[in-house]
């Protein structure tokens, strides 16, 4: 075979390899834009629903009993003093070993 003609084919082969790769890529992406766009319908159509719920129901969202962020006992200090004494009894007790 011709070196011309040969090295032609060869040259026509990767061009349609080429497209045959573009293509594809072009409907990977598609499909993925499908699956996006479906999903977003999907996650408004579920937040509308959850809204609606919330507006009709009038339960609080997280039941739960109610109390004080901090009982009066925590206070900042006091247990920063503590956790002090406990360093140092066991700094005292690695330096004895």
Do not use: C, H
């Not at 293509?23 to 977003?40: C, G, N, S």
């Not at 629903?49 to 006992?73: C, I």
């Not at 006091?78 to 140092?88: A, C, Q, V």
């Amino acid at each position: 075979m011709n070196p011309v003609v040969k090295a032609v084919l060869i040259l026509l082969g990767g061009v349609v390899a080429l497209g045959v790769g573009v293509v594809a890529i072009q409907w990977v992406f598609a499909l993925a834009f499908l699956a996006v766009k479906a999903a977003f319908v999907l996650g408004t159509v579920g937040a509308v629903g959850y809204l609606g719920y919330r507006a009709l129901n009038r339960q609080p969202a997280l039941p739960g009993r109610n109390r004080a962020a901090l009982p009066p006992s925590n206070d900042y200090e006091s247990r920063m003093r503590e956790l002090e004494r406990i360093e140092k009894a066991l700094d005292a007790e690695i330096s004895r070993r």
